[in-house]
Nanobody, 124 residues
C-alpha cells in the first residue's frame, strides 16, 4: 500500500511557474514508476508526465512538453512537477500516481495508487 499526498498547488498568473510535489509513504518508493495526471472542469482526466523508478526515462504529453519537467528524489520519497510558462488551459486538479515497476525503464502509469490531487489555477 502506498499513500500519496500532493502539495504546492495554487493560483498563478499566465506565464508564471509553479512546482507541485507528491510525497509517498512506505520504504519502497524507488520500486514505483510515478506519474502526474490532471483533470480540468468538465473534461476527462488526462496524462501529463511520468518517470521511471530511476528517473532515467520520462514521458510528457504534447501539451506540456518543453514547459513541464518531472523529477524524483528517492531518498525523500518525493516526485515533483516543475511547471513553467503556465497557461490558463493548464488549470486543473493535478494527481500523482504510483505504479509498481521495480527496475523497469519500460513502464505504464495510472493503474496503481492515486493521490487526492492539488488544485492549480492559472489566471489570464
Amino acid at each position: 500500500q502506498v499513500q500519496l499526498v500532493e502539495s504546492g498547488g495554487g493560483l498563478v498568473q499566465a506565464g508564471g511557474s509553479l512546482r507541485v510535489s507528491c510525497a509517498a509513504s512506505g520504504r519502497t518508493f524507488s520500486n514505483y514508476a510515478m506519474g502526474w495526471f490532471r483533470q480540468a472542469p468538465g473534461k476527462e482526466r488526462e496524462f501529463v508526465a511520468s518517470i521511471s523508478w530511476s528517473g532515467g526515462r520520462t514521458y510528457y504529453s504534447d501539451s506540456v512538453k518543453g514547459r513541464f519537467t518531472i523529477s524524483r528524489n528517492n531518498a525523500k520519497n518525493t516526485v515533483y512537477l516543475q511547471m513553467n510558462n503556465l497557461k490558463p488551459e493548464d488549470t486543473a486538479v493535478y494527481y500523482c500516481t504510483a505504479d509498481w515497476a521495480p527496475g523497469k525503464e519500460d513502464y505504464k502509469v495510472g493503474f496503481g495508487f492515486w493521490g487526492q490531487g492539488t488544485q492549480v489555477t492559472v489566471s489570464s
